[in-house]
């Protein structure tokens, strides 16, 4: 029964959507293909026929829109089929950005817990610092990256840390409003008690608010750890890298080796979906040690 | 210091003078106690009962400062609330259990013991101990959820029982629990009071559990919030729960609704 359910509650409806979505795949790559073929065929003087046109239209060096198994031949090939240390595998780019991401999360998610602790504890910094917090997140990251980039790059910081920096901006947000909340998050009859016992704040903090915050903290490192991903890729974008992910996304692009582009949009994916599962899986380690309901 | 006035503190836990307490709102002032006179003495089990809004729980998050008196004077244990509550003076039981839902059964009662600071095999004796005294041996590991909500409010109790406080705050413990719960843990409430001779402060809104429990019976009426009538229970120490059919039994339950009929009559007039 537990296997059956498997294949009928996870497995049937995820490869059927998986299925239709490549289908739909398929049709926009011969619709959209198509009329680079009929030009070159126009060229040659002649005219080409649908099932002529057919295979043409998913084997094309620059296609407009790559078919899947050409994003997958690039992406067995850029992996699989290279030294992990090599400049044309996936992988060592992947890592590249993956290293910035995991720094820039840290401090972070670091700096998120910080701002929220001192927000929850004092007055003044919940009115003067929460505004500026919300005020970050209005200004296009696209805008203040270069920016970022390149004062740093002036007073001699280059290479990993400004890439870090930028995936910092954006998750500390998601952490100090969910640890804000998660702080706040103990019911008053929960606070009293502890002032009852003449409790001091540092115990009330350590025995009370934090182990509260938990489902909030991780929550948000959810948010957190995909939107650091995204910083380090734009990170990349700005400053000409030659590694990383977000440089092969350029460079594709400069050549027009929309293959190219495809797979590192590909592997940026599977590189985020992997981080998600990863802190999704120490939530429920957390929250399992902590006595919550299987 | 006298012999006399030592006495004294040796036996009075609270004393109130003309204590009253006016909260600032937003509507404003609303007066939730007035001219409060009251002393209870150690090894008193004193019931606060009153129809809501009569400043009873006020009154016990006074003792318990959770809550500034804004006339009038009060001493726990001969100090001021703060101090006593800095003493760690009392032990006090929530309306609701308020167990931390992290924390085992085991790990909810050490609380108070880690933030006083005992060492690890005084918690672990004195963990046994109060779980034994609310009869919820062998429940020290599970979580909060899994127990029923009689048995939460037991634990909470077990909890507020297991640091050397001689003064136990109930704000209607047994509330949100049904009648047959309640009437058990009334019960099992008078067996731990004579086993461990607290001096008990119970809040409630039930006339038969006020006087089924009580040595001293405390009647309150609403807007503003004051005392209408002291009960001194002529009723023996050990009370079956048979008791709350005998005359004497049904006496004071009836001067406790004379009481509570008193102070509403006067609602209605004003």
């Known amino acids: 029964m537990g296997k059956a359910s498997f294949l009928r509650d996870r497995l049937l409806p995820i490869g059927t959507v998986l299925v239709a979505l490549v289908a739909v795949w398929y049709v926009f790559v011969v619709v959209l293909n198509a009329p680079f073929e009929r030009d070159q065929a126009a060229r040659a003087g002649g005219t080409i026929g649908f099932m002529e046109l057919l295979p043409k239209t998913m084997a094309q060096e620059r296609p407009v829109l790559p078919a899947p198994h050409q994003v997958f031949a690039e992406l067995w090939d850029t992996t699989v089929n290279k030294a992990v240390t090599s400049r044309r595998s996936l992988v060592y780019h992947a890592w590249i950005t993956l290293s910035a991401t995991l720094l820039g999360f840290a401090m972070g998610a670091a700096l998120g817990i910080l701002l929220a602790i001192a927000i929850v504890h004092n007055r003044a910094m919940d009115r003067s610092l929460m505004p500026w917090v919300i005020a970050s997140q209005t200004i296009p990251i696209l805008a203040i990256a270069p920016m970022i980039i390149v004062v740093l790059n002036a007073v001699g910081i280059s290479g990993l840390m400004p890439k870090a920096l930028i995936s910092t901006y954006l998750s500390f947000f998601p952490v100090v409003v969910g640890m804000v909340k998660g702080l706040r998050s103990p019911e008053q009859i929960q606070l009293d008690l502890m002032h009852t016992y003449n409790a001091s704040s540092a115990q009330t903090f350590w025995k009370l608010r934090w182990p509260a915050s938990m489902p909030y903290l991780f929550t948000s490192l959810k948010v957190a750890i995909a939107i650091s991903l995204v910083g380090a890729i734009v990170g990349e974008l700005p400053t000409g890298a030659v590694a990383g992910l977000g440089a092969r996304l350029l460079a594709g692009s400069y050549y027009g080796q929309t293959v190219q582009i495809w797979a590192a949009l590909f592997m940026a994916a599977a590189v985020a979906a992997l981080l998600v599962i990863v802190v999704g899986f120490a939530h429920s380690l957390v929250l399992k040690r902590m006595g919550a309901r299987a | ?270």
């Open chain 2, 1 to 270: 210091m006298t012999a006399m006035s030592h006495a004294t503190a040796a036996s009075t836990v609270v004393s109130a003078k003309s204590l009253g307490l006016t909260f600032q709102t937003a509507d404003g002032p609303v007066t939730a106690l007035t001219g409060v006179d009251l002393s209870v003495e150690k090894g008193d089990f004193v019931s606060f009962i009153g129809p809501s809004g009569c400043g009873k729980t006020t009154f016990l998050r006074v003792i318990a400062d959770l809550e500034r008196p804004t006339s009038g004077t009060i001493t726990v244990n001969g100090m001021t609330p703060e101090e006593a509550r800095r003493r760690r003076a009392y032990g006090y039981v929530f309306q609701a259990a308020a167990l931390y839902p992290w924390r085992t059964i085991e790990k909810n009662i050490a609380l108070p013991l880690e933030i006083m600071g005992y060492s690890k095999a005084d918690q672990k004796a004195r963990i046994e101990r109060t779980l034994d005294l609310v009869n919820l041996s062998g429940f020290g590991k599970k979580y909060p959820w899994q127990l029923s909500g009689g048995m939460q409010q037991r634990a909470s109790i077990a909890r507020a029982l297991a640091f050397d406080a001689d003064l136990l705050l109930m704000d209607e413990p047994f509330g949100a629990l049904d009648e047959i719960v309640r009437d058990h843990l009334n019960e099992q409430l008078l067996k731990l009071w004579a086993a461990t001779r607290k001096t008990i402060c119970f809040v409630t809104h039930s006339i038969p559990e006020a006087v089924y429990l009580s040595t001293k019976i405390v009647v309150m009426s609403p807007r503003p919030g004051r005392v209408t009538d002291v009960i001194e229970s002529p009723l023996p120490k050990e009370r079956p729960l048979g008791i709350r059919e005998t005359p004497q039994f049904l006496e004071i339950a009836h001067r406790v609704r004379e009481g509570l009929r008193a102070g509403h009559s006067y609602e209605e007039h004003a």
